[in-house]
């Protein structure tokens, strides 16, 4: 059975830091390009980062850049986005999807449950 399932998230102090991993089963992540996506309540979905199946090409949202990196590790068949400095803006469930074709095709599918990231004092 094919899934994703997110985990680490949690309620964290404003610039605090967080990892996420996205935990993969039923399929092997390395032929497969794995984006990061939030949404916060009453906002649209949002794309957050990618990492690419060809050669780790990683692709960040402008919010975002400088303060989270994607990573993946084949071996344990798990992709990570650390967040650090983190914001309340950032907070949101977030969630992994992967995509055969390209970081920025349209067509994300496996959707993982998402994790809840909180950013308060």
């Known amino acids: 059975q094919v899934q994703l399932v997110e985990s680490g998230g949690g309620l964290v102090q404003p610039g605090g830091s967080l990892r996420l991993s996205c935990a993969a089963s039923g399929f092997t992540l390395d032929y497969w390009n794995i984006g990061w996506f939030r949404q916060a309540p009453g906002k649209e979905r949002e794309g957050v980062s990618c990492?690419?199946?060809?050669?780790?090409?990683?692709y960040y949202a402008d919010s975002v850049k400088g303060r989270f990196t994607i990573s993946r590790d084949n071996a344990k068949n798990t992709v990570y986005l650390q967040m650090n400095s983190l914001m309340p803006e950032d907070t949101a469930v977030y969630y992994c999807?992967?995509?055969?074709?390209?970081?920025?095709?349209?067509?994300?599918?496996?959707w993982g449950q998402g994790t809840q990231v909180t950013v308060s004092s």
């Open positions: 990492i690419s199946s060809s050669d780790s090409s990683t």
């Open positions: 999807a992967r995509n055969r074709a390209s970081c920025f095709a349209p067509d994300f599918s496996s």
